[in-house]
Protein backbone atom coordinates (compact mmCIF):
# COMPACT_ATOMS: atom_id res chain seq x y z
CA UNK A 1 0.00 0.00 0.00
CA UNK A 2 1.40 2.94 -1.15
CA UNK A 3 1.46 6.85 1.34
CA UNK A 4 -1.24 8.08 -0.69
CA UNK A 5 -3.92 5.02 -1.26
CA UNK A 6 -6.84 5.75 1.15
CA UNK A 7 -6.72 2.40 3.79
CA UNK A 8 -9.48 -0.29 3.74
CA UNK A 9 -12.42 1.15 5.12
CA UNK A 10 -14.41 -1.98 5.78
CA UNK A 11 -11.77 -3.64 8.38
CA UNK A 12 -11.77 -0.02 10.43
CA UNK A 13 -13.60 0.64 13.64
CA UNK A 14 -13.72 4.33 13.51
CA UNK A 15 -14.87 5.00 16.81
CA UNK A 16 -12.42 2.47 18.92
CA UNK A 17 -9.66 4.72 17.09
CA UNK A 18 -7.80 7.66 19.04
CA UNK A 19 -7.72 10.81 17.80
CA UNK A 20 -4.40 10.76 16.86
CA UNK A 21 -5.06 7.42 15.17
CA UNK A 22 -7.69 8.91 13.03
CA UNK A 23 -5.56 11.66 11.93
CA UNK A 24 -3.11 9.06 10.64
CA UNK A 25 -6.14 7.83 8.45
CA UNK A 26 -6.86 11.19 7.18
CA UNK A 27 -3.41 11.99 6.23
CA UNK A 28 -3.78 8.67 4.11
CA UNK A 29 -6.99 9.70 2.46
CA UNK A 30 -10.11 9.13 4.61
CA UNK A 31 -12.55 11.71 4.68
CA UNK A 32 -14.31 9.30 7.04
CA UNK A 33 -12.10 9.37 9.83
CA UNK A 34 -12.50 12.88 9.85
CA UNK A 35 -16.39 13.54 9.31
CA UNK A 36 -15.57 10.61 13.33
CA UNK A 37 -13.68 14.01 14.36
CA UNK A 38 -15.60 16.85 13.79
CA UNK A 39 -18.46 14.79 15.49
CA UNK A 40 -16.43 14.25 18.77
CA UNK A 41 -15.13 18.49 18.70
CA UNK A 42 -17.86 20.27 16.83
CA UNK A 43 -19.84 21.36 19.93
CA UNK A 44 -16.34 21.84 22.11
CA UNK A 45 -14.75 23.83 19.39
CA UNK A 46 -17.86 25.90 19.08
CA UNK A 47 -18.54 26.25 22.70
CA UNK A 48 -14.72 27.55 23.23
CA UNK A 49 -14.87 29.75 20.16
CA UNK A 50 -18.08 31.15 21.54
CA UNK A 51 -16.88 32.12 24.65
CA UNK A 52 -14.08 33.87 22.65
CA UNK A 53 -16.23 35.49 20.43
CA UNK A 54 -19.56 35.92 22.45
CA UNK A 55 -21.29 35.86 18.97
CA UNK A 56 -23.51 32.22 17.84
CA UNK A 57 -22.74 33.19 14.21
CA UNK A 58 -19.41 34.01 14.31
CA UNK A 59 -18.39 31.54 16.52
CA UNK A 60 -20.17 28.56 13.70
CA UNK A 61 -18.13 30.17 11.07
CA UNK A 62 -15.62 30.08 12.85
CA UNK A 63 -15.44 26.82 14.05
CA UNK A 64 -16.64 25.49 10.15
CA UNK A 65 -13.21 27.17 9.01
CA UNK A 66 -11.17 26.01 11.39
CA UNK A 67 -12.00 22.55 10.90
CA UNK A 68 -11.61 23.17 7.01
CA UNK A 69 -8.16 24.46 7.83
CA UNK A 70 -7.38 21.15 9.46
CA UNK A 71 -8.33 19.18 6.93
CA UNK A 72 -6.70 20.81 4.40
CA UNK A 73 -3.58 21.24 6.31
CA UNK A 74 -4.40 17.19 7.67
CA UNK A 75 -0.43 16.41 6.56
CA UNK A 76 0.97 19.06 8.84
CA UNK A 77 -0.10 17.01 11.90
CA UNK A 78 2.68 15.64 13.98
CA UNK A 79 1.74 13.65 17.38
CA UNK A 80 4.49 15.44 19.27
CA UNK A 81 0.98 17.56 19.97
CA UNK A 82 -2.67 15.82 21.00
CA UNK A 83 -4.99 16.51 18.09
CA UNK A 84 -7.63 18.28 20.38
CA UNK A 85 -4.21 20.76 21.14
CA UNK A 86 -3.82 21.15 17.43
CA UNK A 87 -7.28 21.72 16.37
CA UNK A 88 -7.45 24.81 19.17
CA UNK A 89 -4.62 26.05 17.96
CA UNK A 90 -6.11 26.96 14.81
CA UNK A 91 -9.19 28.35 16.14
CA UNK A 92 -7.19 30.36 18.48
CA UNK A 93 -4.72 31.59 15.91
CA UNK A 94 -7.90 32.34 13.75
CA UNK A 95 -9.94 34.34 16.82
CA UNK A 96 -6.45 36.42 17.00
CA UNK A 97 -5.59 37.44 13.41
CA UNK A 98 -9.92 38.72 13.48
CA UNK A 99 -8.94 40.63 17.13
CA UNK A 100 -5.52 42.07 15.00
CA UNK A 101 -7.44 42.95 12.41
CA UNK A 102 -10.27 45.10 13.74
CA UNK A 103 -8.19 46.41 16.00
CA UNK A 104 -9.63 45.36 18.62
CA UNK A 105 -18.29 18.93 31.04
CA UNK A 106 -20.04 18.22 33.47
CA UNK A 107 -17.78 21.73 33.45
CA UNK A 108 -16.68 23.63 36.73
CA UNK A 109 -16.21 27.31 36.90
CA UNK A 110 -14.31 28.36 40.08
CA UNK A 111 -14.62 31.58 42.25
CA UNK A 112 -11.57 31.53 42.77
CA UNK A 113 -9.71 32.05 46.18
CA UNK A 114 -7.44 35.95 46.47
CA UNK A 115 -4.08 33.51 46.58
CA UNK A 116 -3.63 33.59 42.63
CA UNK A 117 -0.88 30.98 42.50
CA UNK A 118 -3.45 28.62 43.91
CA UNK A 119 -6.54 27.04 41.67
CA UNK A 120 -8.87 26.41 44.71
CA UNK A 121 -12.02 28.32 45.25
CA UNK A 122 -15.75 27.54 45.49
CA UNK A 123 -17.01 26.05 42.23
CA UNK A 124 -20.45 26.26 40.21
CA UNK A 125 -21.71 23.31 38.06
CA UNK A 126 -21.97 24.01 34.70
CA UNK A 127 -23.67 21.31 31.99
CA UNK A 128 -21.13 20.79 29.28
CA UNK A 129 -21.76 21.48 25.44
CA UNK A 130 -24.30 22.45 23.92
CA UNK A 131 -28.00 23.31 25.30
CA UNK A 132 -30.06 20.98 24.98
CA UNK A 133 -34.03 21.39 24.59
CA UNK A 134 -34.93 20.27 27.92
CA UNK A 135 -32.23 22.38 29.91
CA UNK A 136 -33.78 24.17 32.57
CA UNK A 137 -34.70 28.29 32.92
CA UNK A 138 -31.73 28.30 35.64
CA UNK A 139 -29.28 26.70 34.12
CA UNK A 140 -29.78 29.11 30.73
CA UNK A 141 -29.45 31.82 33.30
CA UNK A 142 -26.31 30.96 34.90
CA UNK A 143 -24.76 29.90 31.23
CA UNK A 144 -25.85 33.42 30.75
CA UNK A 145 -24.03 34.88 33.41
CA UNK A 146 -20.72 33.62 32.87
CA UNK A 147 -20.86 33.85 29.49
CA UNK A 148 -21.37 37.45 29.97
CA UNK A 149 -18.25 37.69 32.51
CA UNK A 150 -16.11 36.09 30.25
CA UNK A 151 -16.73 38.56 27.85
CA UNK A 152 -15.59 41.38 30.47
CA UNK A 153 -11.96 39.77 30.06
CA UNK A 154 -9.99 41.40 27.79
CA UNK A 155 -9.28 39.64 24.47
CA UNK A 156 -5.16 39.46 25.34
CA UNK A 157 -6.42 37.25 28.58
CA UNK A 158 -9.64 35.58 27.74
CA UNK A 159 -8.20 32.59 25.75
CA UNK A 160 -5.43 31.25 28.28
CA UNK A 161 -8.52 31.75 30.90
CA UNK A 162 -11.25 29.67 28.31
CA UNK A 163 -9.10 26.92 27.72
CA UNK A 164 -7.70 26.38 31.54
CA UNK A 165 -11.34 27.38 33.25
CA UNK A 166 -13.92 25.88 30.96
CA UNK A 167 -11.53 23.43 28.54
CA UNK A 168 -10.01 21.95 31.35
CA UNK A 169 -6.66 21.89 29.39
CA UNK A 170 -2.95 22.20 31.51
CA UNK A 171 -0.89 25.02 31.21
CA UNK A 172 1.61 22.78 29.01
CA UNK A 173 -1.35 22.30 26.88
CA UNK A 174 -2.33 25.69 27.05
CA UNK A 175 1.43 27.15 26.04
CA UNK A 176 1.62 24.69 22.93
CA UNK A 177 -2.17 26.13 21.58
CA UNK A 178 -1.28 29.80 22.20
CA UNK A 179 2.31 29.65 21.69
CA UNK A 180 2.92 31.36 24.82
CA UNK A 181 5.39 31.06 27.82
CA UNK A 182 4.62 29.07 30.30
CA UNK A 183 5.48 31.79 32.45
CA UNK A 184 3.13 34.14 30.41
CA UNK A 185 0.06 31.09 30.18
CA UNK A 186 0.36 31.49 34.43
CA UNK A 187 0.43 34.85 34.46
CA UNK A 188 -2.28 35.77 31.94
CA UNK A 189 -4.76 33.18 33.71
CA UNK A 190 -4.39 34.54 36.87
CA UNK A 191 -4.96 38.16 35.32
CA UNK A 192 -8.37 36.55 33.64
CA UNK A 193 -9.61 35.16 36.76
CA UNK A 194 -9.14 38.35 38.35
CA UNK A 195 -11.75 40.03 35.75
CA UNK A 196 -14.21 37.08 35.86
CA UNK A 197 -14.31 37.19 39.38
CA UNK A 198 -14.69 40.99 39.64
CA UNK A 199 -17.21 40.69 36.76
CA UNK A 200 -19.21 37.85 37.68
CA UNK A 201 -19.57 38.73 41.85
CA UNK A 202 -22.10 41.77 41.51
CA UNK A 203 -24.38 39.74 39.04
CA UNK A 204 -24.32 37.10 41.07
CA UNK A 205 -25.28 39.12 44.58
CA UNK A 206 -28.64 40.61 42.08
CA UNK A 207 -29.54 37.02 40.86
CA UNK A 208 -29.74 35.18 44.20
CA UNK A 209 -30.98 38.30 45.59
CA UNK A 210 -33.97 37.96 42.72
CA UNK A 211 -34.14 34.58 43.70
CA UNK A 212 -34.32 34.67 47.53
CA UNK A 213 -37.02 37.52 46.65
CA UNK A 214 -39.18 35.07 44.72
CA UNK A 215 -38.67 36.29 41.72
Known sequence: MTRNEPLSRGR???GELSDEELMFH??????RA??????RYKNRLFNYLFRLLGDRIEAEEFAQETFVKAYIHAEKYRTVARFSTWLYTIGTNLVRNRMRNIKRRPTMISLWSDDMNSDSGRWMELKDDSS???????????????QNSI???PPKYRPSFVLREIDKLSYEEIAAT???KLGTVRSRI???RKYFRKAIAPLLA??????????
Open 132 to 146: RPDEDAEQRDLKELI
Open 190 to 192: NRG
Open 34 to 39: FDILVG
Open 26 to 31: VQEGDN
Open 151 to 153: EKI
Open 12 to 14: IAY
Open 206 to 215: NDYRLKGNGS
Open 178 to 180: TGL
